[in-house]
């Protein structure tokens, strides 16, 4: 048998990335509307440059949201504590423009019509035991390495800003090795060598050593090329260097590219708008589906038109791995699953208060981890589908 040979790449970034700032303030403050109105509807956006954040949007809710407190508190925790990191919580200009949501579609939405038009994609796959791509999960724990290992003061001249990617050498299909790796990683003057004005040899060693070797393991060999921090230095980074907003790393968030992308972005949205809720519904689909054996791929295609509950249209892919037909995937998801707007939201439970949920999805993906609230990631149903494979 011929061996079929391709790489395939996946990156992520920091919770300190500009774009994921954005992600956060936009979903934390979706978490303090439903703490104390479960009933709230929100539709978040953030904007981030030097000095500034602007929050706005269009929110209809009975809770009050201190605005400016809620995005100070998230700016520290995320680490821009001081000048030095070209971005400072204590000082920064915070601007709020939000208004109520148009009635126009809270009448759609009201009668358990979906709250926007579009195309939802949900995926799982054996590659991982999280049953995603590894690529996406390897550049995710690249990131939260390198957070974790800042935070830690292992490596105390990190800053919070950094972004990692992840090439995969895949051998018929299945991952066999690790074949590069970029690390961009955001650091203070100390660790510049001031002969050559780039990072020193040994701030690169150490995040080599605490950062990807740990993470990477057994899936790197002598062949695998390590790229730190390639232009030589980052001192200037977070919104200092980089413009963000809320919904630009919508591979990021999802399967890394693997499979297509319906388009639309999570953070910032109630359930009701179904960019977010019927994407989680579609994952907790495919994984089900693939934890029970019924598949080594899945893939689910759904599309909504907006004040209309039922889906539009219902599309599977099993990439040739699917123990049962098509027809029979459509019919199976019919009779498990739920598709109308206030069903996902009943089953997953997506209006109740947990832990500040959404912005702990709106860093390192919204896919693939094993946490408080995330009930998408639930294999609850695949027991019961076990019994289409006799």
């Not at 796959?125 to 996406?136: C, D, F, G, R």
């Not at 105390?156 to 090795?177: F, I």
């Not at 150490?206 to 990477?216: F, Q």
């Amino acid at each position: 048998m011929t061996k079929h040979t391709y790489l395939y790449t996946s990156e992520s970034v920091t919770e300190g990335h500009p774009d994921k700032v954005c992600d956060q303030v936009s979903d934390a403050v979706l978490d303090e509307v439903l703490r104390q109105d479960p009933a709230g509807r929100v539709a978040c956006e953030t904007y981030v440059t030097m000095g500034l954040i602007i929050i706005g949007g269009e929110i209809t809710t009975s809770a009050y949201v201190d605005i400016h407190k809620l995005t100070r508190g998230l700016l520290k925790d995320v680490g821009y504590t001081h000048p030095k990191y070209g971005f400072d919580y204590h000082t920064c200009a915070i601007l709020n423009a939000i208004h109520t949501q148009s009635p126009d579609i809270a009448k759609g939405v009201d009668r358990g019509g979906a709250g926007d038009q579009g195309m939802m994609i949900g995926y799982a796959t054996k590659e991982t035991p999280e049953l995603m791509p590894l690529p996406i999960m390897l550049a995710h724990k690249l990131c939260l390495k390198l957070t974790e290992v800042r935070k830690k003061n292992m490596l105390d001249y990190l800053g919070p800003d950094g972004k990692s990617q992840v090439t995969v050498e895949y051998h018929n299909g299945k991952p066999a090795r690790v074949t590069s790796i970029v690390l961009a990683c955001q650091h203070t003057d100390e660790v510049v060598d001031k002969k050559t004005d780039m990072i020193s040899q040994d701030a690169r060693e150490d995040i080599l050593n605490k950062v990807a070797k740990p993470v990477l393991k057994d899936y790197i060999d002598r062949q695998t090329k390590f790229y730190v921090n390639q232009t030589g230095k980052f001192v200037i980074g977070g919104p200092q260097s980089d413009t963000g907003m809320t919904g630009r790393k919508i591979i990021v968030d999802t399967y890394g590219g693997s499979v297509s992308h319906g388009g639309g972005a999570f953070s910032g949205k109630d359930p009701t708008k179904v960019d977010r809720s019927a994407a989680y519904m579609t994952r907790y689909i495919a994984k089900n589906i693939v934890a029970a054996g019924l598949a080594d791929k899945f893939m689910i295609q759904v599309a909504y038109v907006i004040g209309h509950s039922e889906p539009v249209s219902l599309m599977v892919n099993t990439f040739g791995t699917g123990k049962v037909s098509d027809a029979n995937f459509i019919k199976i998801i019919h009779d498990h699953f739920e598709l109308t707007p206030p069903g996902i939201i009943a089953v997953l439970k997506l209006r109740e208060s947990v832990n500040n949920r959404y912005r702990r999805t709106a860093a390192y993906g919204h896919f693939g981890r094993d946490e408080e609230g995330f009930t998408w990631e639930s294999t609850d149903v695949a027991k019961e589908l076990k019994k289409y494979l006799k």
